[in-house]
């Protein structure tokens, strides 16, 4: 069974940054595409950053320009590189895993860990 484990979300000031980390254990072969969603209350969860093992990546168009996505694949971790933060920015962030595209979805939801943009 898959797990993925977030770590380093945390309370910062508008124009900071932080870097999110989610490392998957308990498979027998390499993910396909790990990515990175979010949610606010009353709102629905919504993509922020996917990436392929082939480094195909995609954005929603509220970050492009500001976040980064990579991932060591032989490590099974994806990092969310997070500048120049907005209070917009505000949310719960979920480790995603399992789809085979970009552009989807997978299956495997880690915990979530929180980042509050605030002065």
């Known amino acids: 069974q898959v797990q993925l484990v977030e770590s380093g979300g945390d309370l910062v000031q508008p124009g900071g940054s932080l870097r999110l980390s989610c490392a998957a254990s308990g498979i027998s072969s390499r993910l396909s595409v790990m990515g990175w969603y979010r949610q606010t209350p009353g709102k629905q969860r919504e993509l922020v950053a996917a990436?392929?093992?082939?480094?195909?990546?995609n954005y929603a168009d509220s970050v492009k320009g500001r976040f980064t996505i990579s991932r060591d694949s032989a490590k099974n971790t994806v990092y969310l590189q997070m500048n120049n933060l907005k209070p917009d920015d505000t949310a719960v962030y979920y480790c995603?895993?399992?789809?085979?595209?970009?552009?989807?979805?997978?299956?495997?939801w880690g915990q979530g860990t929180q980042v509050t943009v605030s002065s």
């Open positions: 990436i392929s093992r082939d480094g195909t990546t």
């Open positions: 995603n895993a399992g789809a085979y595209s970009v552009y989807q979805e997978g299956a495997v």
